[in-house]
């Protein structure tokens, strides 16, 4: 199959699995293709937002319509780093075994990760980055593909610990989500409060997602489309000599080099799933404020007059 059927074949895979997901997800809709340009990227994604906004109702059903396997971790601040990478046991023949932990799955939910300490959000680190992880001095490779959905609680709620830098920069999107609106709710209400249960139908598999992630990155992009998104990238840092005004005033880290790949992989995935074989700069700006939102670090005089991150973000375009 030719790069031009592939990705016109997957516009309508993805037109349907949008259909299949809404069966069960009411609305949403930003956050779902946001969660799915991750995947198709082979990027990660933290979630945000207050409890009881379907966030593991959501991974799961995206799950099941992808064809993946999908397990949930609830961070609590007694997990320990063995408790979802696994441990070595003595077996009954007083050799010792790996029983692999929670994290040996296709999509990862990590629900609540700052609820639990670094030691144990850094036990996510190697997966996220290398796809593998290293138990007792033994190497063990994840199955593929590999995703990791974290959920955050605001950080101003009570027994939260911040996520440190490093590892907010290995999540390709930052998604902030919200209360439903009105008639969503409405919707919610209704659809939850009966006996009927929707079946969700897988309409990929495995090897498909693999193969959708190898596509996104053959796919071409003009040099003035890359410049484009490392310029925005290099403005957001306040010690460059490119940097805005806003930039200077309310920034103390802006995002690094990684930031500027993540652009460039979402835009390409963005392009072909709006039936495009290359990205603009229209895509980059469609995709830059998931990924730039928890790269760029505020300063206290920010918080102070209330700018926000997508003030800043808006800006730099």
């Known amino acids: 199959m030719s790069d031009v059927t592939a990705v016109e074949s ?23 293709d946001q969660i799915l340009l991750s995947i198709f990227s082979g990027g990660h994604a ?17 799950s099941k319509a992808l064809g993946l396997d999908f397990k949930r971790i609830q961070f609590t601040p007694d997990l320990m780093p063995s408790d979802i990478l696994g441990s070595e046991i003595l077996d009954e023949n007083r050799h010792f075994k790996f029983i692999k932990g929670p994290i040996f799955s296709n999509i ?19 997966a996220m980055q290398e796809r593998s992880v290293t138990i007792a001095g033994n190497h063990y490779k994840l199955s593929l593909p590999y995703f990791v959905l974290a959920t955050q609680n605001p950080i101003e709620q009570e027994g939260t610990y911040p996520l440190p830098e490093a590892q907010l920069d290995r999540f390709m999107f930052a998604i902030n989500l919200d209360y439903p609106s009105f008639q969503e709710e409405v919707d919610v209400v209704k659809t939850t409060t009966t006996n009927i249960e929707q079946t969700i139908n897988p309409l990929f598999t495995a090897s498909e997602i693999i193969e959708i992630q190898h596509l996104v990155r053959r796919v071409p992009v003009a040099d003035n489309v890359v410049e484009y998104a490392v310029t925005m990238v290099s403005k957001s840092r306040p010690n460059g000599t490119t940097a805005p005004e806003i930039i200077k005033n309310y920034v103390d880290w802006g995002a690094g080099p990684r930031a500027s790949q993540n652009l460039v992989l979402a835009a390409k995935a963005h392009a072909i799933l709006n039936g495009k074989f290359s990205p603009d700069i229209e895509n980059i700006q469609a995709v ?3 990924i730039l939102r928890h790269r760029i670090i505020k300063n206290y005089k920010a918080e102070a007059e209330g700018i926000s991150e997508e003030q800043i973000i808006r800006a730099l375009f």
């Open 108 to 126: 990862i939910l990590a629900d609540e990760i700052n609820r639990t300490p670094p030691k144990t959000q850094a036990a996510l680190l190697e």
């Open 288 to 290: 830059a404020m998931g």
């Open 10 to 32: 997957l516009v309508d895979k993805h037109q349907l699995l949008k259909k299949e997901i809404a069966k069960v997800i009411v609305g949403q809709e930003k956050v779902i």
């Open 46 to 62: 933290l979630l945000i937002g207050v409890p009881g906004l379907a966030k593991t109702l959501m991974v799961n059903t995206i």
